[in-house]
C-alpha cells in the first residue's frame, strides 16, 4: 500500500509539472502565434487586393449567417470565415476580400482568401491552409490560382480536357478532388458576393 501510494504521489506530481509546464508554453507562444496569424492574413489581403489602399472589416458579420446564405446556395461543404471591403485612398470600395475554407479537400480543410472586384471579376486568391498529397493537390498553388486570376464568371467549372471558356478550370492533373475543393470553394465566395455584397451591400 505503501508503494502504491508513493508511485500515485510521483504520478501526481509529474501530472502537475506537465501541466504547468504546457501552460507556461502556451502562454508564452499564444501570443507571437497570433502576431504571425494577423501578419498572414493582413499580407493575404494585400497579395488579392494590390492596389487598395486599406481595407475595412465588416460589421455584425458572424459565420453562422454566412453559413445559412451559403447553405441556400448549395453551399453546405464551404465556410466563410470572414470578409473586408477593400478601399482607396478617397474612400471608396474597390470589391472585397473574402475568406472561404472548402471542406472536401482530399487531406483536410482548405482555407484561401479571394479578392473580388465590384464587378464580379476575381482579382486573385492566396492560399492560407493546405495540407494535400505532395506533388499532387499541393500543386494547388502553381496551377490553380494563377487560373482565377483576373477571371470574371457568376461560378467555375474545372475540366481535365483543357479549358476553352472563361468559366473553365483546368484539372490538377490525378488531384481532381483537390480541384473540385478549391473550385467549390471560389464559386461558394463568388455566391456570397453575389448576394450579400455586391454594390457595396455589405458595408449597408
Known sequence: MKNMLKDAGILFL???ISGLLLGLVYQVTKDPIAIQEENARQAARSEV????DYFEDSEGFTEEAAQAVLNDGGFAQQSINEYAAAMDKDGSILGYVITVTTHEGYGGDIKFTIGVREDGTLNGMSILSISETPGLGMKAEEVLKPQFEGKKADSYAYTKDGASAADE?????SATITTNAVTNGVNAGLYYFQTELKGGSGNE
Open 14 to 16: 509529474i501530472t502537475l
Open 49 to 52: 487586393f494590390q492596389d487598395a
Open 169 to 173: 478550370i483546368d484539372a490538377i492533373t
